[in-house]
């Protein structure tokens, strides 16, 4: 009898134990979006990078963590642009993990999803750019417009997909294509719907980055 009552406890404490580590996961991704929404230097989004793929390795089923991840990594391609030896490796690894977020989603229904995904993606191929635009520009360029495109018609109101937009409108020439004006225009398209959005563990980044484009056109 003494043998059972060990048993059942030590069935009730694994169970508890268990419970508690998996709530404990959700709270570690949140943590880390929360941190995420304050970082602003290309340090914050290296030691971030680290700490979603810590995540990953323990929620193994989601998404999520491998989605952050990359995009710390086009964030420092991003920061460090000018600097275009240092970009390679955070944009090769930036490149895997969107591949890693993607084999997680059911690409058929999860369509918001992808359309979130395929925007880091056009980020993470315009930091290849980056590197060398003579070598790369023609091939990664092309690439990173092809997923922008590809997200906004997943999700025509994505905030981040239209951000991308507003990006490659102010920056191209207007020889090649590109208006500033009409760049600033989705900027404040993208700002007004990223207002609608609440904060979670789910992608709502891209206030910054509006306003920071805005603030090149004042």
Not at 62 to 86: H, R
Not at 126 to 137: A, D, E, L, Q, S
Not at 167 to 189: C, I, N, S
Request: contains cysteine; positive net charge.
């Amino acid at each position: 009898m003494k043998k059972l009552v060990l048993a059942i406890l030590a069935l009730v404490s694994f169970y508890f134990t268990s419970a508690a580590q998996e709530q404990g996961k959700p709270n570690a991704l949140q943590n880390a979006v929360t941190k995420l929404d304050q970082a602003t230097k290309a340090k914050d989004f290296e030691l971030l990078e680290k700490e979603f793929l810590q995540i990953a390795a323990q929620q193994k089923k989601d998404w999520l963590p491998y989605y952050y991840a990359a995009f710390c990594n086009a964030k420092v391609g991003f920061i460090n642009q000018d600097d275009g030896e240092s970009i390679e490796p955070f944009s090769n690894r930036g490149e895997e993990q969107v591949q890693m977020a993607k084999s997680l989603l059911d690409t058929v229904k999860q369509k918001k999803e992808l359309s979130e995904l395929y925007t880091v993606l056009s980020m993470v191929y315009r930091t290849k750019v980056f590197i060398n635009p003579m070598t790369y520009g023609r091939k990664y360029g092309v690439l990173s417009q092809q997923y922008r495109v590809k997200a906004q018609e997943l999700n025509p109101e994505n905030p981040r997909a239209i951000y991308v937009k507003a990006w490659e409108m102010y920056k191209t020439p207007k020889m090649w294509g590109g208006d500033k004006e009409a760049g600033k225009q989705l900027a404040t398209r993208s700002l007004a719907l990223l207002q609608k959005e609440q904060s979670s563990v789910q992608p709502h980044w891209g206030k910054t980055e509006n306003q920071e484009l805005l603030g090149k056109n004042k």
